[in-house]
Nanobody, 115 residues
Framework: QVQLVESGGGMVQAGGSLRLSCTAS????????MDWYRQAPGKEREFVAN????????DYADSVKGRFIISRDNAKPTVNLQMHNLQPEDTATYYC????????WGQGIQVTVSS
């Protein structure tokens, strides 16, 4: 079982920025993708962004394109999510996930955006 540790959540006003990080307990050689999902109260978990580790190819949900940037630290199994121009609808618990190819999930970290 892969352990994923998320950090960097918190509360910010609309228009602000936050950076999330997630570190995996495995070698970078074993990672296929690292992903961010989020779940707002009363809603289903939804895809936010991911990165294919070997190619550095990235993909984003339409709702965050142009505002969020996912990146990896190739020296260690860490993925970052830089979030800009946050809006109240971005309020959710954000989950880091990895595929190796089996999928593992982090515990989740809260992001709250006030209007």
């Amino acid at each position: 079982q892969v352990q994923l540790v998320e950090s960097g959540g918190g509360m910010v006003q609309a228009g602000g920025s936050l950076r999330l990080s997630c570190t995996a307990s495995i070698s970078t050689r074993d990672i296929y993708t690292m992903d961010w999902y989020r779940q707002a109260p009363g809603k289903e978990r939804e895809f936010v962004a991911n990165i294919i580790w070997s190619s550095n190819f990235t993909d984003y949900a339409d709702s965050v394109k142009g505002r969020f940037i996912i990146s990896r630290d190739n020296a260690k199994p860490t993925v970052n999510l830089q979030m800009h121009n946050l809006q109240p609808e971005d309020t959710a618990t954000y989950y880091c996930s990895t595929t190796t190819p089996g999928r593992s999930w982090g515990q989740g970290i809260q992001v709250t955006v006030s209007s």
